[in-house]
């Protein structure tokens, strides 16, 4: 039986964050991460020598390894309290900001541009913000730090080899089982038929384990709050129509909330030049989502369009309820990635391949199969989305053209809410920390950063 100080389930950003602000401390912590993918030298993701075909790896490459889906993401750094996670709420909005100041030091340290992007407002940016407010959309102004897919990997590995230099023993290709706990106290976990000991455990486990940890919560009666459901879809246009709001802001966050249903529909995750990709989860089941690179650029902007549903009792099962609408658009393109074009939708009738490549605007997702999101996506999601494109038009002339294109779906797999304290450690489960995007609190690569830094330090207190 091996027994360690500290075991962090999970090597996404806020596991690598929490490995790093450990071994900064220079304390003799025996330290030990667990993670279910590959090491950041051995990720590679078939699609890109192929032809942009999926082969169904297991685990996924894109969203499990070093670094979690953060490796293959765009690699935006969103640098504002307002985005990216529910920090602000349990910390206070300027503890929020000095963490966010402390993490984005230790980027820059270990490679990361130093541009921002939007951090002041010129009289162009003002003239797309009453745009907005004309159009009934909010803009959140956030500064965004750029690191791009290729540069984020390239990042990520100097971190891996700063905490393996270190001390931090890593094991790939090793998911955990289960947590053992007892007497409402954490004492370890299980893995590949082993098992591991630790006075403290961190979970952070990201999108990917958000479904795992749920099932965890549930077995061992972890307090845990229903979350917000948000399922939507991608969209991707030529650039030239995005060109005000990516050469001013780059990612431009705008809320609405629609005349129909007054419900919430946000814009998130944009990629100027970027590319729209496939992700898939345990039971082959893919999602949609996108990124853009430093150097290699497309003629299109994509983004993501989520609409956010809050559910209240009985309901209890926001992640398997986004995962069912999935299953839907992957019963109808054998296991691919749905697109549409707008005006099809509009006119209730399917894309086909002739319409979709009459278009100027041509799918970067080579393998998305053209069909109908009217037969996957509840009518008042579907509502929600048309008429927060319509609004977009207004800031962005030529969106609601029939041609842009709809990928589907797009579903965010943190909507279980873990209950914390400030320190992050479970309300019910003594030393067991509970951080991420998996865990409900954050949504994104800066807050899940802070995050891990908060729950070491917090651990530290202990040495």
Same mark, same amino acid.
């Given at each position: 039986?091996?027994?360690?100080?500290?075991?962090?389930?999970?090597?996404?950003?806020?596991?690598?964050?929490?490995?790093?602000?450990?071994?900064?401390?220079?304390?003799?912590?025996?330290?030990?991460?667990?993670?279910?993918?590959?090491?950041?030298?051995? !990720? &590679?993701?078939?699609?890109?020598?192929?032809?942009?075909?999926? $082969?169904?790896?297991?685990?996924?490459?894109?969203?499990?390894?070093?670094?979690?889906?953060?490796?293959?993401?765009?690699?935006?750094? =969103?640098?504002?309290? +307002? $985005?990216?996670?529910?920090?602000?709420?349990?910390?206070?909005?300027?503890?929020?900001?000095?963490?966010?100041? *402390?993490?984005?030091?230790?980027?820059?340290?270990?490679?990361?541009?130093?541009?921002?992007?939007?951090?002041?407002? =010129? =009289? @162009?940016?003002?003239?797309?913000?009453? %745009?907005?407010?004309?159009?009934?959309?909010?803009?959140?102004?956030?500064?965004?730090?750029?690191?791009?897919?290729?540069?984020? /990997? @390239?990042? *990520?590995?100097?971190?891996?080899?700063?905490?393996?230099?270190?001390?931090?023993?890593?094991?790939?290709?090793?998911?955990?089982?289960?947590?053992?706990?007892?007497?409402?106290?954490?004492?370890?976990?299980?893995?590949?038929?082993?098992?591991?000991?630790?006075?403290?455990?961190?979970?952070? $486990?990201? !999108?990917?384990?958000?479904?795992?940890?749920?099932? /965890?919560?549930?077995?061992? %009666?972890?307090?845990?709050?229903?979350?917000?459901?948000?399922?939507?879809?991608?969209?991707?246009? &030529?650039?030239?129509?995005?060109?005000?709001?990516?050469?001013?802001? #780059?990612?431009?966050?705008?809320?609405?909330?629609?005349?129909?249903?007054?419900?919430?529909?946000?814009?998130?995750?944009?990629?100027?030049?970027?590319? $729209? =990709?496939? +992700?898939?989860?345990?039971?082959?089941?893919?999602?949609?989502?996108?990124?853009?690179?430093?150097?290699?650029?497309?003629?299109?902007?994509?983004?993501?369009?989520?609409?956010?549903?809050?559910?209240?009792?009985?309901?209890?099962?926001?992640? +398997? *309820?986004?995962?069912?609408?999935?299953?839907?658009?992957?019963?109808?393109?054998?296991?691919?990635?749905?697109?549409?074009?707008?005006?099809?939708?509009?006119?209730? !009738?399917?894309?086909?391949?002739? &319409?979709? #490549?009459?278009?100027?605007?041509?799918?970067?997702?080579?393998?998305?199969?053209?069909?109908?999101?009217?037969?996957?996506?509840?009518?008042?999601?579907?509502?929600?989305?048309? +008429?927060?494109?319509?609004?977009?038009?207004?800031?962005?002339?030529?969106?609601?053209?029939?041609?842009?294109?709809?990928?589907?779906?797009?579903? %965010?797999?943190?909507?279980?809410?873990? !209950?914390?304290?400030?320190?992050?450690?479970?309300?019910?489960?003594?030393?067991? *920390?509970?951080?991420?995007?998996?865990?409900?609190?954050?949504?994104?690569?800066?807050?899940?950063?802070?995050?891990?830094?908060?729950?070491?330090?917090?651990?530290?207190?202990?040495?």
């Amino acid at each position: 039986m091996e027994r360690f100080d500290v075991i962090i389930v999970g090597a996404g950003p806020a596991g690598i964050f929490s490995a790093y602000e450990l071994v900064k401390s220079e304390k003799p912590l025996k330290i030990l991460m667990l993670e279910k993918g590959r090491d950041i030298y051995k !990720r &590679r993701c078939p699609k890109h020598t192929n032809g942009g075909k999926c $082969v169904h790896c297991k685990p996924c490459a894109i969203t499990t390894g070093w670094a979690g889906a953060g490796a293959f993401s765009d690699g935006k750094l =969103s640098l504002s309290h +307002e $985005v990216g996670g529910t920090l602000p709420e349990l910390l206070g909005v300027e503890e929020t900001m000095d963490l966010i100041k *402390y993490t984005d030091d230790i980027y820059l340290k270990f490679g990361a541009d130093s541009a921002v992007h939007g951090a002041e407002f =010129s =009289s @162009e940016m003002n003239e797309i913000r009453r %745009k907005s407010i004309d159009a009934n959309l909010r803009l959140v102004h956030c500064p965004v730090r750029h690191l791009g897919t290729e540069k984020a /990997q @390239e990042l *990520y590995r100097k971190l891996f080899d700063h905490v393996v230099d270190k001390g931090v023993e890593v094991k790939f290709r090793t998911p955990v089982s289960e947590l053992i706990i007892e007497n409402n106290e954490i004492k370890g976990v299980k893995a590949k038929g082993e098992e591991f000991y630790a006075d403290n455990v961190i979970v952070a $486990v990201g !999108r990917e384990g958000s479904d795992w940890l749920l099932h /965890q919560c549930d077995k061992e %009666k972890i307090s845990t709050d229903v979350g917000i459901v948000d399922i939507g879809v991608r969209v991707e246009c &030529r650039n030239e129509i995005m060109r005000e709001v990516n050469e001013n802001f #780059y990612e431009a966050k705008l809320i609405h909330y629609t005349k129909t249903f007054d419900d919430k529909v946000r814009t998130f995750c944009s990629n100027p030049g970027g590319f $729209v =990709s496939s +992700e898939y989860y345990e039971g082959d089941l893919a999602v949609v989502n996108g990124h853009s690179y430093k150097e290699k650029k497309s003629d299109n902007t994509n983004f993501a369009l989520l609409v956010s549903q809050k559910f209240t009792e009985p309901f209890n099962a926001p992640i +398997e *309820y986004g995962k069912h609408i999935a299953r839907l658009a992957n019963m109808l393109t054998k296991n691919h990635v749905l697109v549409q074009r707008f005006g099809d939708l509009k006119r209730g !009738r399917r894309t086909t391949k002739e &319409r979709l #490549y009459r278009n100027n605007i041509m799918p970067t997702l080579k393998d998305a199969v053209p069909g109908d999101l009217s037969l996957v996506l509840p009518h008042r999601i579907l509502v929600d989305i048309i +008429e927060m494109i319509e609004a977009l038009d207004g800031v962005t002339p030529g969106l609601a053209s029939d041609e842009t294109l709809l990928y589907g779906v797009e579903v %965010k797999f943190y909507s279980n809410i873990t !209950r914390v304290g400030k320190d992050f450690q479970s309300e019910s489960v003594n030393n067991l *920390y509970l951080g991420g995007d998996g865990a409900g609190i954050t949504r994104g690569l800066m807050q899940a950063s802070a995050n891990g830094v908060v729950m070491a330090r917090e651990i530290l207190k202990k040495y």
